[in-house]
């Protein structure tokens, strides 16, 4: 098992910036890829970013390209997402999953474990 915690959200304004982050716990964090998803009202969950377990291979939705960067520090255990030049669209709970590969996914079904997520709400 491994237990994933959010942190990081909150109320911006449109063009300001947040940083998410992500605390594993329970398993080895280096063992696993991680990803950024997110969850609108009424929408389908969706990718943001995923990394793999060494930080090299990395995936951004088109909608956050230049605008999003995913890292990870695994001495810390932990997956970063830094998210500049906010939209109001960028409003949705933010969630971090974890799978057991060398490999990241960009499939929600892809993942075997879920935080609960942090909210990230953009004013215009």
């Known amino acids: 098992q491994v237990q994933l915690v959010e942190s990081g959200g909150g109320l911006v304004q449109a063009g300001g910036s947040l940083r998410l982050s992500c605390a594993a716990s329970g398993r080895t964090f280096s063992n696993y890829a991680m990803g950024w998803f997110r969850q609108a009202p009424g929408k389908e969950r969706e990718v943001v970013a995923a990394?793999?377990?060494?930080?090299?291979?990395?995936y951004y939705a088109d909608s956050v390209k230049g605008r999003f960067t995913i890292s990870r520090d695994n001495a810390k255990n932990t997956v970063y997402l830094q998210m500049n030049s906010l939209k109001p669209e960028d409003t949705a709970v933010y969630l971090c999953a974890a799978r057991p590969s060398v490999s990241y996914s960009y499939a929600t079904a892809g993942y075997d474990y879920w935080g609960r997520g942090t909210q990230v709400t953009v004013s215009s």
């Open positions: 990394i793999g377990r060494s930080g090299i291979s990395i």
